[in-house]
């Protein structure tokens, strides 16, 4: 007996060992294919989330070069911005400088002074050439009340004139009224011809006459201004520095 199993033994086929595979015993070449193909989608996921996330993070931190840039930007929009504001302040001070020049100009044949010594000497022969003598219009002849602050002219009238009014009213200036202010400039230049015309029209009948004014000023340049402005038109009746 010993003898025979031995003979079977050595008949039966000796099968090599093999290597273990990684697919299932049971998976079809089909199966083997889709678990590929659904690798391989798992991976493309992977790298587009990794690919959000890198976009998200450099979003939230972006390059410090960048943002070293966009304030540099921002910087110099604001430099223009103030450029921009300080063009309009210049310009408007040049165009009330060229009115200033133009006034002197067309009234006084000469260009505006530029000391202050200059216009306290145009002032004093200013009035010297106009003269006294010019005996008031009216017994309560005080006509205007003038407020000159930083350049700005304020005219109201105190005092009812009636030849005045209608001659006023024929040179188409209406309802100027006791307490009505005129703060408008060409309305105020209109107005300051309007008397100079009506001296004219007194003198031609022989009966010269001048009102009186009462000036109020903020600042050395306006007490010179509203003397040399008004008094052409006006004699002073009482000059005091406004309260500030």
């Not at 009462?214 to 201004?225: E, I």
Request: proline share 6%; with cysteine; hydrophobic share 40%.
């Amino acid at each position: 007996m010993p003898l025979e199993q031995a003979q079977n033994a050595a008949e039966i086929d000796v099968v090599p060992p093999q290597e273990p595979s990684i697919w299932p015993l049971n998976f079809s070449l089909r199966q083997r294919a889709d678990l590929v193909v659904s690798m391989t989608l798992a991976e493309v996921f992977l790298l587009l989330v990794f690919v959000v996330w890198v976009g998200q993070t450099r979003a939230a931190s972006p390059d410090p070069a960048i943002s070293i840039i966009l304030q540099e930007e921002q910087e110099l929009r604001d430099k223009l911005n103030a450029l921009e504001a300080q063009l309009i302040e210049q310009t408007k001070k040049d165009e009330e400088l060229e009115a200033k020049v133009k006034f002197w100009e067309d009234n006084y044949n000469m260009d505006i002074p530029g000391t202050q010594k200059e216009i306290t000497d145009f002032v004093k022969q200013y009035l010297a050439q106009q003269g006294p003598g010019h005996p008031p219009c009216q017994q309560n002849n005080v006509l205007v009340q003038v407020a000159l602050i930083n350049g700005q002219a304020q005219m109201k009238f105190v005092t009812e004139s009636p030849p005045l009014a209608q001659f006023l009213n024929a040179e188409g200036i209406k309802d100027l009224k006791v307490g009505n202010a005129v703060t408008d400039a060409s309305q105020i230049e209109a107005i300051l011809r309007a008397v100079s015309n009506y001296y004219k029209a007194k003198s031609a009948e022989k009966h010269d006459c001048r009102f009186d004014y009462r000036l109020s000023y903020g600042t050395n340049d306006d007490y010179h201004d509203g003397r040399v402005r008004f008094e052409g038109y006006f004699y002073p009746a009482g000059i005091t520095k406004a309260a500030q």
